[in-house]
C-alpha cells in the first residue's frame, strides 16, 4: 500500500467518525484535518471536500459488501434458497456494522442517496446482478422456476430493503432481525419453488 492510499484510509476513517459523532453537516475539513494531524491545506490535496470524503467512503463500503456479496454466490455448500437468506442476513450485518457507534451517521446517508444517486445506481445494479445469480442457480438445480431471474431479482431487493436500512438494524438485536428476515424470507420463497 502507498503513502498515498494509507493516508486515505486515515482520512476516511476519521471523517466517519467525525460524521458518525457530530453529523455529516456540522463537520467541517478543518476537523477532519485536525483528527488527521494534518492541515486543512494538506487534506485538500486527498479530497476536494467532505463530500468526496463521504462518496469515497460509501464506495468503499458497497465494495465489501458486493465482494461478501459474491462470495455468497460462489458458495456450493448451500442452496439458492439458503443463498437467499445468507444475502439478508448479511445486509443486515453489514447495516448494523456500518452504523454500530456513529449515531449521526444517518445524516451521512442520506446525502449519499441524494447527492451520489450514481453511486447508489451502481450499488443497486450490482445486488440485482448478485440476486439474479442467485435465483438463475435456483432455476438450473430445480429448485425454483422463475421465468424473468432479473426483474424478480429487482422485486426480491425492494422486499428486502427493510433489511438494508440501517435504522432498522441499529434499534434490533440480531436475534431479533434474524427472525424477522426469515419471516419475509420464506414468504418470498414460497413464491419461487417450482411447483
Known sequence: MTDIEETKIKIKEAALKRFGAFGF??????EIGRDCDMSAA???RFYANKKDIAAAI??????????LNRAIVQRTDITAAEKIREFTYQSIELSSEFVKGHKELFET???????????LKIHI???????????AEGNRTGLFDVQD????????????IFFDYPAFSANCDKATSHEQADKVVDLLLSGLYKR
Open 149 to 160: 431471474v432479473v426483474g424478480t431479482a429487482d422485486a426480491l431487493l425492494k422486499a428486502l
Open 58 to 67: 460509501a464506495k468503499d463500503h458497497f465494495a465489501k459488501e458486493h465482494e
Open 109 to 119: 446517508l442520506e446525502f449519499i442517496c441524494n447527492e451520489q444517486k450514481d453511486l
Open 25 to 30: 453537516g456540522k463537520t467541517t475539513m478543518a
Open 125 to 135: 445494479e450490482q445486488k440485482i446482478s448478485v440476486m439474479t445469480e442467485i435465483l
Open 42 to 44: 494538506n487534506l485538500y
